[in-house]
């Protein structure tokens, strides 16, 4: 797939040194010791550059792009999922007071999935670089990433990696489901042993969907959700891809864009694919785009989809304004090709059935926003707010803040959230963000977030904390 171009971002030098930085301000309460009720402290974890990033766990050469991120509940074993590449890679622990194995130490986060190796499991069929032969980590990219606690639904077939204690086939529920931006999606299972001493694992993951599969489909997955019974997958699809990377490309060239929610069942066909079902749910107009004034032709500055997730029992849709074609005529949308500019991003909350139930009031403060979390009761000045991450914050000065946080009676944004000395916290190329689940994948009350700083070219996982006064 050809390069994903977006409006400039920051040079290396920059990336390199201010990936963390601030600009703009704003007043906000103070805690009883003095400390801004709305700052917060980062640590970055896991990145692909020790020198430029200081990670404290671990530097992973491969860990480009770091995009979606995903836990299990509170009560089930299992991992911090963050997809970077052609990979994901899992992490356990972060758990104050705690020492969650095979951590060694109370409070630490440490890599583990045994008995594979490695702590990641791959994506096979990855689109590969010509000239090198190897997968191509630059241009295409893992983006979103669900949990599903259903065990009869996405039933999929696979064989687990030595040095797994039984490697005959696994026919089970996905535990997680993976999307792409060239439109496969990807799922994983595992299986408990009998005594429950360990897993049976893959190291790979099993291809479920590709749009590349139809020739007028071509559609590029940038988010994905799953309804709280497990029984629908959603994915952000963000216009097909009618340059030359997309089979049959030229044929769909003149295909009315479809940029949009996509909706598939829990059951897979005879063919181990997932079946699609979009056109039946809400009689076919199910997340109907209530910004664009003809959402069946998007034109170049509309605001579409990007990213779509399950908050409590309600969807959100983060929509990014779609750049304009530079090899077409004026209005003409560039798929996969997002605006970074203050106001350019708006949020609407959809019910299961793809219902609008309401457009939240931003006030300008969205700049191609991407991830979403809804912070607990002990997150500081920002607890119980909806926060939302502007990816596209970084680049253009970030005078709005990474992070904004809405408030949830009202549906408004409040505030951003800071940096102790009360500038807006900016977070470069902030992507998937979710708070732990308190037991063995991070605290309760700490935002877990995934990033690619240098435009894409670099990744890291990390932690925003309101720290104790």
Not at 351 to 358: E, R
Not at 414 to 443: C, E, K, Q, S, Y
Request: charged share 15%; with cysteine; hydrophobic share 40%.
């Amino acid at each position: 797939m050809a390069r994903i171009a977006r409006f400039s971002r920051t040079t290396t030098a920059l990336a390199a040194s201010l990936w963390l930085s601030a600009c703009g301000g704003g007043g906000s309460p103070t805690d009883s010791g003095h400390q801004r009720a709305d700052s917060y402290v980062m640590t970055p974890f896991v990145a692909n550059d020790a020198a430029a990033y200081s990670p404290t766990l671990a530097a992973a050469p491969a860990f480009q792009d770091a995009w979606g991120i995903a836990i299990r509940p509170a009560g089930i074993p299992g991992h911090f999922w963050v997809v970077a590449g052609n990979k994901t890679y899992e992490y356990v622990g972060d758990v104050t007071g705690k020492t969650v194995a095979p951590c060694t130490t109370a409070g630490a986060l440490c890599a583990d999935l045994a008995p594979l190796a490695a702590n990641t499991v791959t994506f096979p069929g990855w689109p590969v670089d010509i000239a090198t032969g190897n997968p191509d980590i630059a241009n295409n990219h893992s983006t979103g990433v669900v949990f599903n606690g259903t065990a009869t639904s996405f039933v999929i077939t696979q064989t687990p990696s030595a040095p797994s204690a039984n490697t005959t086939s696994i026919t089970a529920g996905a535990k997680f489901l993976f999307a792409t931006n060239f439109g496969a999606i990807y799922a994983w299972t595992e299986r408990k042993h009998a005594d429950g001493s360990g897993y049976d694992r893959a190291d790979t993951a099993v291809k479920v969907f590709d749009t590349r599969d139809d020739s007028t489909d071509c559609g590029q997955f940038y988010g994905l959700a799953i309804s709280p019974t497990s029984d629908r997958l959603y994915a952000a699809d963000f216009g097909r891809d009618t340059r030359g990377a997309c089979n049959n490309a030229p044929a769909i060239a003149s295909v009315s864009q479809s940029f949009r929610i996509r909706v598939f069942d829990k059951t897979l066909g005879g063919d181990g694919r997932l079946q699609e079902i979009t056109s039946t749910v809400n009689g076919g107009h199910a997340f109907t785009n209530p910004f664009a004034a003809d959402a069946a032709h998007i034109v170049a500055g509309d605001v579409v989809p990007w990213n779509i997730q399950l908050v409590g029992t309600h969807l959100f849709v983060m929509y990014a304004q779609v750049q304009q074609d530079p090899a077409q005529p004026v209005g003409t949308p560039w798929p996969a090709n997002e605006v970074h500019a203050p106001g350019a991003g708006r949020l609407a909350e959809f019910d299961l059935d793809g219902k609008l139930v309401a457009v939240w009031n931003d006030g300008g403060t969205l700049n191609a926003p991407w991830g979403i979390a809804l912070a607990p009761a002990d997150f500081g000045g920002l607890s119980n707010t909806l926060l939302v991450g502007n990816f596209g914050d970084y680049d253009d000065g970030g005078d709005k803040g990474a992070i904004t946080a809405f408030d949830t009676g009202s549906r408004r944004a409040v505030n951003v959230a800071r940096n102790p000395d009360g500038t807006p916290l900016l977070i470069a190329g902030i992507w998937g963000m979710t708070f732990g689940n308190g037991d063995t994948l991070g605290d309760a009350n700490a935002l877990y977030f995934a990033s690619a700083p240098n435009d894409e070219a670099d990744g890291l996982f990390g932690v925003l904390r309101y720290p104790a006064p």
